[in-house]
């Protein structure tokens, strides 16, 4: 992508929100000197019912192709085993070397890059730590906390496949 490019694409509004809240579910860890979590402390919070309808303009929270996509334990794909097309890996440091669960949709690799590329030049240093996994990934991983720990337990902090937001 050229520079020009770049920065038409930044310059969205819409779409710098929606790529790096794509960006966001993939789960980060900050690793050198300034680790984000050293300074963090619990503090007092509202929550919202996260079975309230959201009503966001442009947003289709149940189209399986759109970013804003709400998958949770109480929304699930649909159809269940929905396959992004546009999964590539992003070229940024990753836990893993299997390419399978390095892959993110193509929007979400591109906020990644410039991410990971502004925080470099700021002094940080990130890593990706889990991105998509396969309806059929999602399942061993699920039986395998079941098979461990049983499933009222394994259902308290993993998610059953198809209700996944990986």
């Given at each position: ?6 920065s038409s694409w930044l310059n ?21 000197g300034n680790s984000a979590l ?29 970013y804003s996509l709400l998958v ?95």
């Amino acid at each position: 992508m050229s520079s020009e490019n770049n920065s038409s694409w930044l310059n969205n509004p819409s779409r710098r929100t929606f790529s790096l809240a794509a960006v966001g579910t993939v789960a980060l860890v900050v690793t050198g000197g300034n680790s984000a979590l050293a300074n963090t402390r619990p503090f007092d919070a509202e929550v919202e019912d996260s079975r309230a309808s959201a009503e966001v303009e442009g947003a289709d929270l149940n189209d399986p192709n759109s970013y804003s996509l709400l998958v949770n334990k109480r929304r699930p794909l649909n159809p269940l085993n929905f396959a992004p097309a546009d999964l590539v890996v992003p070229n940024v440091p990753n836990i893993s070397s299997n390419p399978e669960i390095r892959q993110v949709r193509k929007e979400a690799a591109t906020a990644a890059e410039l991410m990971f590329t502004e925080a470099k030049l700021q002094g940080h240093d990130l890593i990706i730590v889990s991105a998509y996994r396969s309806f059929q990934l999602q399942t061993q991983v699920f039986n395998y906390y079941v098979e461990r720990d049983g499933q009222k337990l394994a259902e308290t902090y993993s998610a059953r496949p198809g209700y996944s937001e990986h």
